[in-house]
């Protein structure tokens, strides 16, 4: 089993940045695809960004290109989102998720392995 544990998250001005991280343990981190997601009230989750095993490959939300930064450090078996220019509309529960079937797959919201999730608020 991979376990995947978050923190950053927080309160926040809009405008403001927060940085997230993700600690992964049980497996070798490297031999998965890691992203972010996130739920809203009373919306479904929605991916947010990925990254492939070797950071070759990253991928983001229309709504998130350009403030937010994904990154992973395979020796440290982490990844972490960089949020700058939060908005009031980036309010929510921030999943992380990885799945060795790579960034397509957890960017679906179908990975394999979630954290706890992590809540970000963003006032305006």
């Known amino acids: 089993q991979l376990q995947l544990v978050e923190s950053g998250g927080g309160l926040v001005q809009a405008g403001g940045s927060l940085r997230l991280s993700c600690a992964a343990s049980?497996?070798?981190?490297?031999?998965?695809?890691a992203g972010w997601l996130r739920q809203a009230p009373g919306k479904g989750r929605e991916f947010v960004a990925g990254?492939?095993?070797?950071?070759?490959?990253?991928q983001y939300a229309d709504s998130v290109k350009g403030r937010f930064t994904i990154s992973r450090d395979n020796a440290k078996n982490t990844v972490t989102l960089q949020m700058n220019n939060l908005k009031p509309e980036d309010a929510a529960v921030y999943y992380c998720?990885?799945?060795?079937?790579?960034?397509?797959?957890?960017?679906?919201?179908?990975?394999?392995?979630w954290g706890q999730g992590t809540q970000v608020t963003v006032s305006s």
């Open positions: 998720a990885a799945d060795q079937a790579g960034v397509t797959r957890v960017a679906s919201g179908r990975s394999q392995y």
């Open positions: 049980g497996r070798t981190f490297s031999n998965y695809a």
């Open positions: 990254i492939s095993w070797i950071e070759t490959t990253t």
